[in-house]
């Protein structure tokens, strides 16, 4: 089985303050995303990367920035922590096929205040 | 760019009977794919069932099936015979070069 490690599951961290979050998949998969999810927005994506060191803006990708210095690990990084970055985090890995389907870690739930 | 319309927030259904939810998709691109994931209360994302834009039978997955209408383009999931464990949110999503786009989802209520 696939597995997709997300360090924390949950997190509380101060305005201002670096922010890292990190993910790590044991498949040998090509690419990794980063998501956030809130309430009555459904899944968003922030970032991915579909080699090691390329990356990709997502849809919301202001605020943020990532790192894959290994195939297996994509960090996402909050540079200075705001209170509206308070959400679900989510990461997940995918092997490059089109038909191949994302797998998701168990998520990071993010308080900010 | 992708969009997924999900428009039944939420959705209640007898244990044992079957229920459909409902997935609406616009895309430019020829070739793409669908994808529909359960996440229970729990939180973490499990996926269901695909189907490509050129397959010609509808995709099945043990009680999961997919009623696509390409022309319609529509993608509603099919669940046979509910039960308690599959309340949950679910997600139609849409690929399209590496990225999924996500609806918003349907809340899932199987009442015993």
């Known amino acids: 089985d696939v597995k997709v490690t997300q360090s924390s599951r949950y997190l509380v961290k101060r305005t201002g303050e670096k922010v890292f979050l990190e993910c790590v998949q044991d498949?040998?998969?090509?690419?990794m995303f980063w998501y956030r999810q809130d309430p009555g927005l459904g899944l968003r994506l922030i970032y991915f990367?579909?080699?090691?060191?390329?990356?990709e803006k997502g849809d919301i990708p202001e605020g943020y920035s990532v790192s894959r210095e290994k195939k297996e690990r994509f960090s996402l990084i909050l540079e200075s922590a705001s209170t509206n970055q308070t959400s679900m985090y989510l990461c997940?890995?995918?092997?490059?096929?089109?038909?191949?389907?994302?797998?998701f870690g168990d998520g990071t739930r993010l308080s900010i205040l | 760019a992708q969009k997924i319309t999900q428009t039944q927030p939420g959705m209640f259904v007898q244990e044992k009977e079957a229920v459909t939810l409902d997935c609406t998709y616009d895309?430019?691109?020829?070739?793409?794919?669908l994808f529909w994931y359960k996440q229970p209360s729990s939180g973490e994302m499990i996926f269901l069932i695909y189907?490509?834009?050129?397959?010609?039978q509808n995709a099945t997955e043990g009680r999961y099936s997919l009623n696509f209408q390409k022309a319609r383009k529509s993608a509603n999931l099919v669940i046979s015979a509910s039960q308690l464990g599959d309340s949950a949110m679910y997600f139609c999503?849409?690929?399209?070069?590496?990225?999924?786009?996500f609806g918003k989802g349907t809340l899932l209520t199987v009442n015993p």
């Open positions: 498949m040998d998969h090509e690419n």
């Open positions: 189907q490509g834009s050129y397959d010609q």
């Open positions: 997940a890995s995918s092997l490059i096929a089109d038909n191949q389907p994302q797998h």
């Open positions: 895309t430019s691109d020829p070739s793409y794919g």
């Open positions: 990367s579909y080699d090691v060191k390329m990356k």
């Open positions: 999503a849409i690929r399209s070069n590496y990225k999924l786009t």
